[in-house]
């Protein structure tokens, strides 16, 4: 029973640590103030 | 003692076998995307290309042809309609910007490519549009998907505004990247004037009166690292015809412009460094993480099994009865 709860407590964590990481996800962040090029830039 | 170790070494072993799939399948379609505020240029030239004289009406050879390509994501446009679709979306609005030798714009086409932030299928609503012309995209543009698959797949065509398949050609090695082969041709096609014209007063109405068309045919070449989906290096022979019509005086038709593009070298260089870095961010998600924490849940899992037995073993012989010892013979 004991190694039961052990085993179930580690799936948990597991759970819990992947869901709030997803959930978290990356900035989406604003949209660029740079403009469409027309001009050749010198370098990348 | 040892039995609490064994249930703490337990809950480790299946906290790190249940991460391994959990982060492959479940936090990786959802943490690999194309940031929604991306922004990135690229050049492309065509050297000794062939380009219409507009004064003249005659293709000329010139030096260079120089193509500037702009990505720009719009959040707030990503935003709405990721709402409305009910999935992470990225909005690109793109420029494709042509100059002559001389400096002077030959085309320019704006675009809007609106997509799955993860598996970059085409999402459609209203704005999706190619030179103005509102368009449905099948299929994939610019980018591949993450975990690019060695098969064929459609890929949208702006000037055509069409999608036709690019055939998986091989796998080969480019500057020290594994990367997927693919190329595209897309046969003589009419297809719109620019709305922008390289000349002052000529528009695509005052064209299509002269009943003089364009006509377009390409082969497209991209080498796309699979594992984050993205070209690394991209060429295309293309050739522009303006054929029939009163504006050609008389001529069948006249080249518009051709000519062997390539990605600048100092480009090919940026995009290899840049796709090398990301490409070790998704191998984190999709084998280095999930391969550690499987092969460290089973070492885990197997001392805490040899712990638990080392705790069940009797840890001293029982002592013999005294009543039971054998008798004595004399």
Redesign the interface.
């Known amino acids: 029973m004991?190694?039961l709860i052990?085993?179930?407590?580690?799936?948990a964590?597991?759970?819990a640590?992947?869901l709030t990481?997803?959930a978290l996800?990356?900035p989406?962040?604003?949209?660029?103030p740079?403009?469409?090029?027309?001009?050749?830039?010198a370098?990348? | 003692m040892r039995r609490t170790a064994s249930l703490v070494l337990l809950a480790c072993a299946v906290f790190c076998a249940a991460l391994s799939p959990l982060l492959r399948w479940y936090a990786f379609p959802r943490l690999a995307r194309i940031p929604a505020n991306q922004y990135q240029d690229m050049v492309l030239e065509a050297r000794d290309a062939t380009l219409l004289d507009y004064g003249t009406m005659r293709a000329k050879k010139v030096p260079k042809v120089t193509i500037v390509q702009t990505l720009k994501g719009d959040v707030e446009a990503a935003g709405k309609i990721g709402r409305t679709a009910g999935r992470p979306v990225v909005v690109w609005d793109s420029l494709s910007y042509v100059q002559g030798p001389d400096g002077r714009m030959v085309s320019k086409v704006p675009e809007r490519y609106i997509f799955d932030a993860h598996s970059q299928d085409p999402v459609h609503a209203t704005g999706e549009m190619v030179d103005g012309d509102p368009v449905r995209r099948e299929g994939i543009e610019f980018k591949w998907p993450f975990l690019t698959q060695r098969r064929d797949y459609e890929y949208f065509d702006a000037q055509t505004r069409t999608s036709s398949p690019i055939h998986y050609r091989g796998t080969r090695t480019f500057r020290g990247l594994t990367v997927y082969y693919f190329e595209q041709t897309v046969p003589w096609t009419k297809v719109p004037m620019p709305r922008t014209m390289p000349v002052q007063g000529i528009t695509p109405e005052s064209v299509a009166r002269t009943g003089t068309t364009r006509w377009y045919t390409t082969v497209r070449r991209f080498w796309v690292e699979p594992v984050t989906g993205a070209p690394v290096y991209g060429e295309e022979i293309h050739q522009e015809e303006l054929r029939g019509g009163t504006l050609l005086g008389g001529r069948a038709k006249v080249t518009a412009f051709a000519g062997h593009v390539k990605m600048r070298e100092d480009y090919i260089g940026h995009t290899v460094a840049l796709v090398k870095h990301n490409r070790t961010l998704v191998l984190a998600l999709t084998s280095y993480v999930p391969r550690a924490s499987l092969a460290l849940g089973l070492l885990l899992l197997a001392l805490a099994l040899w712990l638990e037995a080392r705790t069940r073993r009797p840890q001293h012989p029982e002592p013999t009865q005294p009543g039971e010892r054998e008798p004595l013979n004399a």
């Open positions: 004991r190694a052990a085993a179930a407590t580690g799936l964590l597991a759970l640590l992947v990481i997803s996800g990356s989406s962040g604003r949209t660029s740079k403009p469409l090029l027309t001009t050749v830039p370098h990348p």
